[in-house]
């Protein structure tokens, strides 16, 4: 083998009351596109910090191009050619997509002004690498995740890089963003770019890699030619058993409506369209768990918002909850009314970073905690460690920072905090994003426990094939109108591919949708 472009020897990680990483070596070839697997809090992120700069205090030794290198910040890495797309967007919200890219690095005039006119035209061009269509001048926090995540890959791109680290970079996109990024990644490797891939989907990795490793609790547990595995085996070393993602169909009943939708309506401001959402009307039954299905930017986030009164603008329509129309102007209401939402975006609307894991779990349940009077301490104790336990939340306490967790783990805590509410209804949006096969499986049975308690569960998921396992029904959504509605039984690919794709016959209106829909 001719000197590999990366050689990690030997290297050690810790952290308080964790080892991350233990007596790593691999060495990776120039050129290849290398899958990191591994459960959540396996330690991917971590290695992949080490060679990008983030991490600089480990043991064990590293060399870049036949080079040992001691990197002190990203700087150094991206000098050495290393750029690394995070698993956790890493954007300012306040600045434009443009400014954003280059941040830190910004186009100057003669006279040293940034030039913003320069860096919106580069911008521009390194988004049409990627196919994107936004305008360089939007301000990054209002771009929904999938935009953001585009954009972090132009940053990259950016930058002279011939070591490219993607940290589940397609966790936020539809199907047809994703291909658009497999040809980018077909592009960069045909230029020779030498591609570390982290994914929790094998389907994707197998389609992209040419060796994968395996770790496991920190340790490397095998490196395997793609070509010479398959996913059974690679999910097998790492978790160390058989995963069943199928779903075990039990006999739940499905009983009375427990919330409804007449004719929603979402105005959008400014927007040619005028309405994100139009015309919406449902039924969610007791013990039914709907899913609800769509390209990225079909309004299925917002409709979730709106049931949960977090969307921008107030919603024209009805919601009835038991039957009762209700108008929620903040979540707190949504609560106290039995509904609970888990957000797809955990950084912005998930968790509260300067908490601890358990406080992140107790801080929608306290009140009632509290009121247990001097059992408080105890009793959320008790409650915090359940759902620890129950979640399979890889932390090494209650007491642990949550930004010290994993990016499943994470996840994991908030759904945690959910739970303990109790919802009548509770809306998933894209729950197993970033989660890994183990605990996808083990969401999958809760879901269908919780349903046969007479929970009633909205979820959405980016991927169609996972939506068809947990779904008793399938609303499709496009350009946020319902364009499909299916059944179990009726469900297929391919047919909520084409409802999805489906135009939106209302959109040239601009009159508010019809209020009198009585079905
Ligand atoms: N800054 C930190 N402080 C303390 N512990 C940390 C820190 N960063 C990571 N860890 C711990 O190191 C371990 C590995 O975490 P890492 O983020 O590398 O996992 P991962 O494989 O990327 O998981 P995921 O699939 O969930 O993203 C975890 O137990 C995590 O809690
Ligand atoms: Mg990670």
Redesign the pocket.
Known sequence: MTQPIIQIESITKR??G?V?LEDVSLSIAHGELHSIC??????????MKLLSGVETSYEGSLSIKGTPVAFRRTRDAESAGISIIH?ELNLVEELSAASNIFLGREKRGALGFINDRAMETAARELLEQLECTIDPRTLAGSLRVGDQQLLEIAKALSLKTDILIMDEPTSALTESEVERLYRVIDRLRRSGVTILYIS?KMDEVFRLSDRITV?RD?KLVRTLSASETDAREVTHLMVGREIDTSRQDTNRSIGDVVLEAKSLSLPWPGHARAWRLQDISFRLRRGEILGLAGLMGAGRTELLECLFGAADETPQGQILVEGRAVRFSHPSEARRAGIAMVSEDRKRLGIFAELSVGENISICTLGKMTSAGFLRSRGEQTLVADTIDRLRV??AGARAAI???????QQKTILGRWLLTEPKVLLLDDPTR?V?VGAKAELYRLMEQWAAEGMAIIVTSSELPELLTVSDRILVLSEGVITGEFSRQEATEQRIMEAATTQNVLQKSQEPPSQSHDD
């Open positions: 952290f308080p964790v991350a591994g459960e959540n809090g396996a330690g991917k992120s971590t290695l698993q929790h770790l920190g890889k932390t930004t010290s967790l994993s990016g499943g783990n970033g890994d």
